[in-house]
């Protein structure tokens, strides 16, 4: 069980990505700039989406119970001239921090994932908008024509995270049971396992990474493993060993 980040850390990183991803809509030619990671968007589209899930989830850890329906988003857009815009997603990002900070690590919260590895709580909430800044950062940077690899402390919480939360289920996996290790250079080593219970993973210590024999392996920095999880770059980019289509069968599956 890896030990998580703290609850502050989780805030302060949500901060930093955000105004990361503020900069790099300051940076880029124009609102209209295609976003190559995300087909068929524009970086306003993207500003937009980011700043919606920043309120949704603000209203998630202010009015939710776990196992309540999943509620509504306010429908509101954000402005599309460039300063509002990147007034209205500073203003986005503090709603959320604001709520976070008042509801506190421990109270739960409606959410969308199996309650297995990920627990329905606010610390769960606010760990889960790390990537979604992370990853959203990376894609406007794109826009803008200035991509820069992932921070290494939260690339590795990236990739914890989604293994915990997005991959963590109990449906079936339809094909022959498989081990999916992803080892991150300097920073450490996960091995997901899909059968008939479903998906599920565990952190390496450095000699089961050393001695395993899985399915499939994947090498590569922790920014890349994260930025493969989320489908931002192919996985032939990386070093496979052994059955190299599975990472396809399970992006396919997910």
């Given at each position: 069980m890896t030990e998580l980040l703290s609850f502050p850390t989780f805030l302060r990183m949500i901060a930093?990505?955000?105004?990361?991803?503020?900069?790099?809509?300051?940076?880029?030619?124009?609102?209209?700039?295609?976003?190559?990671?995300c087909p068929g968007w524009t970086l306003y589209d993207l500003a937009n989406h980011l700043s919606e899930g920043d309120r949704f989830w603000a209203h998630i850890v202010?009015?939710?119970a776990p196992g309540d329906e999943r509620p509504s988003k306010d429908g509101l857009a954000a402005p599309r001239e460039r300063e509002a815009l990147i007034a209205w997603l500073a203003d986005s990002t503090e709603q959320l921090l604001t709520a976070l900070r008042e509801a506190g690590p421990d109270r739960g919260c409606w959410a969308w994932w199996e309650p297995l590895a990920s627990s329905h709580t606010v610390a769960a909430a606010a760990r889960r908008r790390v990537p979604e800044s992370l990853i959203h950062t990376y894609d406007a940077q794109l826009a803008s024509g200035a991509?820069?690899?992932?921070?290494?402390?939260?690339?590795?919480?990236?990739?914890?995270?989604?293994?915990?939360?997005?991959c963590t289920v109990t449906v079936p996996w339809p094909g022959e049971p498989a081990t999916m290790d992803y080892h991150a250079a300097g920073a450490g080593s996960w091995r997901q396992t899909v059968d008939a219970a479903g998906s599920r993973s565990t952190r390496l210590t450095a000699a089961e990474a050393a001695e395993s024999k899985p399915t499939a392996a994947v090498y590569g920095t922790a920014s890349e493993i994260a930025l493969l999880m989320y489908m931002r770059i192919p996985a032939d980019s990386l070093r496979i060993e052994g059955?190299?289509?599975?990472?396809?069968?399970l992006q396919n599956w997910g």
């Open positions: 930093e990505r955000s105004a990361a991803f503020r900069a790099a809509v300051d940076a880029a030619p124009g609102l209209d700039a295609d976003v190559p990671s202010r009015n939710t991509p820069q690899e992932l921070p290494t402390t939260e690339a590795v919480d990236a990739v914890d995270e989604f293994l915990a939360t997005v059955d190299a289509d599975l990472i396809q069968r």
